[in-house]
């Protein structure tokens, strides 16, 4: 029988398919199913600082307004503890996903201050989250400021998180720096034990009638996994650090050129909004009759024997890449 397991931030996964964030892991139910169906693990949606500031001002500007005026208030409202300030319902859901599921939950957070990125990860952690993804989502939109100090402030941050908690440390970072491969290796000094490449920034969009900005979500498409399969190849055998390939991961052959490039996980959230659980168990059938088929043992044999440092062509992932594409692109259109 085809071995399908691999680790993951040090924690033994059964197969490198992940149920990364997304709505279908905010819920026990759908966390139920997507175990049934063959996830290894989990990551739960992120909890947003900003949405955790939102609700506790909201409740007590609910309290206080009027309170001094009609005595009666301070009874008419429940006791402050049934208000779901904080994020006590996200705290929750870490515990009881804990307590019904037998794969690891890891806990993302986005936080937007020092003091919130390390409250919210203790408190994540002491809910009993196997690992933490911090998803880390900056606009360095400011005309002044330094390349350097922005990247300083993450690789702070992830240090400062690291010294708050024992769990393990992912962290989701965009494509967007000058000198990528020497950003992964500062935020795996400061502390990360995994990188999970890449954050799937969400563009905003224009309605031309209104004139306002608007927010579009569109899934991922199989064409986006190629940025995270070029920089996994490239980390490979540089970085030591748990790696996780996200966005484009819809197939077989995604998953299957992902590990071959060096990724240890892959992560699915588009795939499943499409297809549903079930679609879990398709790919873990695939993968195990593809790695049998092409005389591998294991996905561990298979994880990383094409990467960059391995390739008869190792600058096929950079720019000999680039001059290749536009060189030998055809068109009926073109004499």
Do not use: C
């Amino acid at each position: 029988m085809t071995d399908l397991r691999t680790r993951y931030l040090g924690l033994p996964l059964r197969s490198p398919l992940v149920a990364s964030a997304s709505p279908l892991t905010g819920a026990l139910d759908s966390l139920r199913a997507l175990e049934a169906s063959g996830a290894a693990a989990v990551v739960l949606p992120s909890l947003f600082e900003e949405q955790v500031t939102h609700d506790t001002l909201e409740l007590h500007d609910m309290l206080e307004t009027g309170a001094a005026s009609h005595p009666e208030a301070t009874s008419y409202f429940a006791e402050l503890q049934d208000y779901n300030t904080g994020p006590t319902r996200y705290l929750r859901l870490v515990e009881d996903a804990k307590e019904k599921l037998e794969i690891p939950v890891i806990a993302s957070l986005n936080g937007t201050t020092p003091g919130g990125w390390t409250r919210y990860a203790r408190l994540l952690a002491e809910a009993g989250a196997d690992a933490l993804e911090l998803n880390i989502y900056r606009i360095a939109a400011d005309v002044d400021a330094d390349p350097r100090e922005v990247e300083d402030d993450y690789v702070n941050l992830v240090a400062r998180v690291r010294e708050a908690v024992d769990v393990p440390l992912a962290v989701k970072v965009g494509p967007f720096f000058t000198a990528f491969a020497n950003m992964a290796r500062r935020l795996v000094d400061a502390g990360a034990d995994g990188l999970v490449l890449f954050n799937r920034f969400y563009q905003p969009d224009i309605d031309p009638e209104t004139r306002t900005v608007e927010p579009r979500l569109v899934l991922s498409t199989p064409e986006e996994l190629r940025l995270v399969l070029r920089w996994i190849a490239i980390l490979q055998g540089r970085v030591e650090v748990s790696k996780a390939a996200t966005t484009g991961i819809h197939a077989v052959e995604d998953v299957v050129k992902a590990l071959l490039v060096g990724a240890d996980v892959t992560m699915l959230a588009s795939a499943l909004l499409r297809h549903g659980p079930a679609r879990l168990a398709a790919l873990e059938d695939g993968l195990a009759t593809w790695i049998a088929e092409h005389e591998y043992d294991s996905v561990e044999q298979l994880k990383g024997s094409t990467g960059q440092q391995l390739v008869a062509d190792p600058s096929a992932f950079e720019r000999a890449n680039y001059m290749r594409t536009l060189t030998t692109y055809s068109s009926p259109f073109l004499v």
